[in-house]
């Protein structure tokens, strides 16, 4: 008979037997808490549901099923009958420990598999436009949390042999680590704020162990953490560092659970040493923020640190012997723990000091630019950043100028911080701040967070346009990275769609013109003084998605430089808008109210029905649909103008004569724009949504063709109330 | 066959067995006695593959057990703590046993629960002590194995419930030749049953012989002369222990038995009488030999 060492069939059908009731309540309650929401949205919203909206349960349930369903699949290791049990079965430990553990992952998976589906189904059957590229991210997202907190329970009742002491192992394999790092890391940064803690090495990016910055965000109301939920889910390098950690412990807790002698079972630790070990690992947090305190006082507490101090001190001792009194149940077992107690204080007391100590080095390590081979600005230190930035921070400057002008801007920062200025830098804001990685002609690199001055930035600014290398790096994501885009579009295939057409208008231009389109740029890529290009209201592409395991974002401007684009755009929001209707019926123009110059502009100008049903009021009296709105004029061959009028009614009837002359205008114009050959009138105004129910407002937009005599009148009409602005060609 | 070489298993500080051999041959009802503590359980362990022997090895048919699925698929083990799986039935455990266990017979099972009447859809919580164990030697013996390892036997079982799971380990033993490995802290239990009885004693084995041989082996002699004597007048026999009130002596011997009692009608005593040892004044005798106490508790 052949007997497979890694795997066992009948063991892993059993096993998904076994679990099948929790595995069963835990698919049906996240398939119910999934799909209800999201039908109760799709009744109630026909926006595209984010990122982080299509599985809420999921959330919860990557952090307890696979403690849960690992808990009672390797039970038997914590009880002696079933342990006699499972290690008496034809099989190796091997082929045991695979077995059950691929049935819970087929449970943990599968229910993430099939919520995620479900969503997607939902929305389909609703007809509510979902991305769908999400769903690739989000089952990899959630895979991987699942893993690492499987790998991280798999460990903790492999090394144990009762549930209370798996469970304190599970929690410290899955957050000390981090907790530790995070301390340290926050030690250092408080005492040189220029340092860069990823420069400590990937396993001190926060954001890398998703679970943990999960758990961290939650319970620090967003303080800690590093990103934002969303972004987390489309953070590949963190779900493949998180999955690939989670390996790791699975791996090791299967070697460990080869090697571990089936008598463990009701022990909570193989031998004394290791529960030594569990002991200080779950009371040294709590001896860490001691140690924290008190180097931060130079080792002399005051009043108000003694408060915090020795609360947290007479807890950590507690939570030393109570540990201990739990797992032995003998109270003679607190003397040898008694002993080893000034070895967790010394480690706790110990450490922070040392990082204390690790971040005045920091401040002292300063290169000369004579020392410097190369800068990248901006730092890429793993988090969600935007596509233009990504771009450059991967850009080696060597240019002189830059380089001196990094190197001198470190040496300030320094000083600055030495010279009792953190403060300043921090709440004043009278410095940009600005990552910059420094590349040492001896070979090292070293990432410094500087402060400049409004003079540094216009003398960088100036030097990176003579880059020809900056310049060049300006370029649009590849389209097979893209995961979304935002744009005038009726839907993500036609948002994809014309960026794609974007993108050809977009290339033949020049690397300053592309620069000019490009919106959220760093403060050093555009200038103090640059007057940035602000597109009209929905004339944007929002793009975001994963290049190289990084998420990115970016966000695009349509304007008179990609003319066929903008062209679309407009007839395309026309459209939306309803805005298809270019003369008023025939009447009579009674004396209008504010509130039914409104309505009529919104319901027959705009949205070509009648206005009398369809009035909003705004919630302002003194504000009126007019006074709020913005005008822009495309002339062809001229720049745009931004048109703001400001009509005061209460200033007399002349100014009312005047609006409803302007409506008559606007009613009289062709919404129909078919090309830019003729001047283009774009009308901004705030539109209440619900407002009974509280919603708010939203930006709504309308083109109107103009001719060149109603051109003239506006402007004439329009003279007295209105502020102009004029971007540079 | 299951041969033990100089095995040892420790918990800790503890040496639960040290450094024990024994040779249990194929086809051979063994049995495994001793107190509390003894390492009666521990030594079944290791023979099942649970535990990992500290040193020296157990081999069954010239195949190291631990870690090896082809060796383990020949043993059926029946520990003294039972385990079934949460809230299941008999029938549930089948065929979890099914799955799990490569040579698990149906019919066999099938055969097995009719003669012990258990209702292989009741919850196995709902059964009693005994019936709990009728259930796992139901399930241990439908295995088919080679070695049967049961510990603590015929605990909760009735006289008639006992004699049946006796007649069928001798039916399986007599029809497939395989061996079965039994543990009790009670000789009385297993005197009966036993092809070869060994007595375990703080984690090793003191005593280990076929039944038979022990009870033909040694006996007790009665003996008075009309003379002055005294244990030297015996020296020539293999006596285990002496004892003299008045005229009359009592001897345990060890030897054949009408040799002996041929020998010592030469000496011309006025009374002498060779009488039969119950198997527990057999394990009495022989321990203090040895040097050790007879453990009340094993009676």
């Known amino acids: 008979?052949?007997?497979?060492?890694?795997?066992?069939?009948?063991?892993?059908?059993?096993?998904?037997?076994?679990?099948?009731?929790?595995?069963?309540?835990?698919?049906?309650?996240?398939?119910?808490?999934?799909?209800?929401?999201?039908?109760?949205?799709?009744?109630?919203?026909?926006?595209?549901?984010?990122?982080?909206?299509?599985?809420?349960?999921?959330?919860?349930?990557?952090?307890?099923?696979?403690?849960?369903?690992?808990?009672?699949?390797?039970?038997?290791?914590?009880?002696?009958?079933?342990s006699d049990f499972y290690h008496a079965l034809p099989m190796t430990r091997l082929a045991l420990y695979v077995s059950r553990g691929a049935a819970v992952l087929s449970y943990l998976v599968g229910t993430i598999l099939l919520s995620l589906l479900a969503a997607a189904l939902t929305y389909l059957l609703c007809g509510r436009p979902f991305n769908a590229a999400y769903l690739p991210s989000q089952f990899f997202y959630f895979s991987a949390c699942a893993l690492l907190v499987l790998g991280c329970a798999l460990l903790g009742v492999t090394v144990t042999g009762t549930l209370f002491s798996a469970f304190v192992v599970t929690g410290i394999v899955l957050y000390l680590p981090r907790f530790v790092c995070v301390l340290a890391c926050s030690i250092i940064s408080g005492i040189a704020p220029i340092f860069y803690v990823n420069e400590l090495g990937p396993f001190f990016n926060f954001s890398l162990n998703l679970p943990a910055a999960a758990t961290a965000k939650l319970l620090t109301f967003g303080a800690i953490g590093g990103l934002s939920l969303p972004e987390m889910m489309t953070y590949g390098a963190g779900a493949l560092y998180t999955a690939v950690l989670g390996l790791l412990y699975a791996a090791l807790a299967a070697w460990l659970h080869s090697l571990r002698?089936?008598?463990?079972?009701?022990?909570?630790?193989?031998?004394?040493?290791?529960?030594?070990?569990?002991?200080?690992?779950?009371?040294?947090?709590?001896?860490?923020?001691?140690?924290?305190?008190?180097?931060?006082?130079?080792?002399?507490?005051?009043?108000?640190?003694?408060?915090?101090?020795?609360?947290?001190?007479?807890?950590?001792?507690?939570?030393?012997?109570?540990?201990?009194?739990?797992?032995?149940?003998?109270l003679r077992s607190l003397l040898p723990a008694l002993c080893v107690l000034p070895a967790v204080l010394l480690i706790g007391l110990g450490v922070p000091p040392l990082a204390h100590a690790y971040g005045e080095h920091?401040?002292?390590d300063v290169p000369a630019a004579e020392e410097i081979a190369a800068v990248n600005l901006g730092v890429d230190d793993g988090s969600l950043s935007s596509y233009p930035e990504m771009r450059i921070a991967a850009l080696d400057l060597s240019?002189?100028?830059?380089?001196?002008?990094?190197?001198?801007?470190?040496?300030?920062?320094?000083?600055?911080?030495?010279?009792?200025?953190?403060?300043?830098?921090?709440?004043?804001?009278s410095y940009?701040?600005?990552?910059?990685?420094?590349?040492?002609?001896?070979?090292?690199?070293?990432?410094?967070?500087?402060?400049?001055?409004?003079?540094?930035?216009?003398?960088?600014?100036?030097?990176?346009?003579?880059?020809?290398?900056?310049?060049?790096?300006?370029?649009?994501?590849?389209?097979?990275?893209?995961?979304s885009v935002d744009g005038p579009g009726w839907n993500q295939q036609d948002d994809r769609a014309f960026f794609e057409d974007y993108r050809v208008e977009y290339e033949s231009l020049t690397p300053e013109e592309q620069l000019d389109l490009q919106i959220g740029l760093p403060i050093y890529a555009t200038g103090l003084d640059d007057d940035l290009e602000m597109p009209d209201s929905g004339l944007t592409f929002s793009v975001s998605g994963v290049e190289d395991g990084r998420s990115y974002y970016a966000t695009y401007a349509i304007t008179e430089k990609t003319p066929q684009m903008l062209l679309r755009a407009m007839q395309r929001i026309n459209e939306e808008s309803g805005a298809t209707a270019g003369s008023l019926p025939d009447r009579e123009t009674p004396q209008f109210a504010l509130s039914e110059i409104e309505a009529l502009l919104r319901g027959e100008a705009v949205e070509g029905f009648s206005g009398e049903e369809a009035a909003v009021y705004d919630p302002e009296s003194e504000s009126s649909l007019l006074i709020n709105a913005d005008f822009c004029l495309y002339?062809?061959?001229?720049?745009?103008?931004?048109?703001?009028?400001?009509?005061?009614?209460?200033?007399?009837?002349a100014v009312r004569a005047d609006a409803l002359e302007l409506l008559e205008l606007l009613l009289d114009c062709d919404a129909k724009i078919t090309s830019l050959d003729e001047s283009v009138l774009c009308l901004s105004y705030f539109l209440a949504e619900d407002y009974s129910a509280g919603y708010g407002y939203s930006?709504?937009?309308?083109?109107?063709?103009?001719t060149p005599e109603q051109r003239q009148h506006l402007l004439a009409l329009t003279e007295p109330y209105r502020t102009d602005k004029t971007w540079l060609p | 066959m299951i041969q033990v070489t100089d095995l040892t298993k420790r918990f800790g500080d503890f040496a639960a067995l040290s450094h024990l051999n024994c040779a249990i041959p194929a086809g051979c009802v063994y049995g495994l006695v001793g107190a509390n503590g003894a390492g009666k359980s521990t030594l079944l362990r290791l023979l099942a593959g649970i535990y990992r022997p500290d040193e020296g090895q157990v081999l069954l048919d010239g195949a190291p057990v631990y870690e090896n699925p082809a060796a383990k698929a020949c043993v059926a083990f029946v520990p003294d703590e039972l385990f079934f799986l949460p809230q299941s039935s008999l029938s549930r455990m089948a065929d979890a046993y099914a799955l799990l266990c490569p040579r698990f017979s149906r019919a066999r099972y099938s055969e097995l629960l009719s003669a012990f009447h258990l209702d292989e859809k009741a919850n196995l919580n709902t059964f009693s002590k005994g019936m709990r164990r009728q259930a796992a030697t139901i399930l241990a013996l439908a295995t088919q194995a080679d070695y049967f390892l049961l510990d603590e036997t015929f605990d909760g079982l009735d006289p008639i419930l006992r004699n049946l799971l006796k007649k069928l380990l001798y039916a399986e033993v007599a029809e497939r030749g395989c061996t079965a490995v039994l543990t009790s802290h009670s000789l009385r239990e297993l005197e009966d049953t036993c092809d070869q009885l060994a007595l375990l004693h703080k984690g090793g084995i003191v005593l280990e012989s076929e039944v038979e041989n022990l009870k033909t082996t040694l006996f007790k002699v009665q003996i008075a002369f009309d003379r002055d004597y005294d244990?030297?007048?015996?020296?020539?026999?293999?006596?285990?222990?002496?004892?003299?009130?008045?005229?009359?002596?009592?001897?345990?011997?060890?030897?054949?038995?009408?040799?002996?009692?041929?020998?010592?009608?030469?000496?011309?005593?006025?009374?002498?009488?060779?009488?039969?040892?119950?198997?527990?004044?057999?394990?009495?005798?022989?321990?203090?030999?040895?040097?050790?106490?007879?453990?009340?508790?094993?009676?």
């Open chain 1, 1 to 82: 008979m052949k007997h497979n060492r890694f795997f066992h069939a009948g063991l892993y059908v059993e096993t998904l037997r076994q679990l099948r009731l929790m595995g069963g309540i835990y698919l049906a309650l996240c398939l119910l808490f999934t799909v209800v929401p999201a039908l109760l949205d799709s009744l109630g919203s026909a926006t595209q549901p984010q990122i982080d909206e299509f599985a809420p349960p999921l959330f919860l349930f990557v952090f307890v099923a696979p403690v849960t369903l690992a808990f009672s699949a390797f039970g038997y290791l914590t009880r002696r009958n079933a």
């Open chain 1, 399 to 429: 240019d002189e100028d830059v380089v001196s002008l990094a190197a001198e801007a470190l040496d300030k920062t320094v000083a600055r911080y030495t010279g009792g200025e953190a403060d300043k830098i921090a709440y004043e804001g």
């Open chain 1, 635 to 653: 002339d062809p061959g001229q720049p745009r103008r931004a048109l703001s009028v400001q009509m005061d009614f209460s200033a007399g009837d």
């Open chain 1, 362 to 364: 920091l401040l002292r």
């Open chain 1, 261 to 330: 002698p089936a008598e463990l079972a009701g022990h909570s630790a193989p031998n004394r040493l290791l529960q030594h070990v569990y002991r200080c690992a779950l009371s040294l947090p709590l001896f860490l923020v001691l140690g924290t305190i008190l180097s931060s006082e130079d080792w002399s507490l005051r009043y108000s640190d003694a408060v915090v101090f020795w609360p947290l001190f007479v807890l950590g001792l507690a939570v030393y012997f109570v540990y201990e009194l739990i797992t032995t149940r003998k």
């Open chain 1, 432 to 483: 940009f701040t600005i990552g910059v990685r420094f590349h040492l002609k001896s070979g090292g690199t070293i990432t410094r967070r500087l402060t400049l001055t409004e003079s540094d930035i216009d003398r960088l600014h100036a030097a990176l346009l003579d880059s020809p290398a900056f310049l060049a790096a300006v370029a649009l994501p590849p389209a097979d990275t893209i995961l």
């Open chain 2, 231 to 299: 244990h030297t007048l015996f020296s020539g026999f293999d006596v285990l222990n002496f004892t003299k009130h008045g005229s009359v002596s009592n001897l345990i011997v060890r030897g054949d038995r009408d040799k002996v009692t041929q020998t010592l009608r030469a000496l011309s005593p006025v009374l002498l009488e060779v009488l039969p040892l119950s198997l527990e004044e057999v394990f009495l005798y022989e321990m203090e030999s040895l040097g050790y106490a007879f453990d009340e508790s094993i009676r």
């Open chain 1, 699 to 706: 930006v709504q937009t309308v083109y109107f063709r103009l």
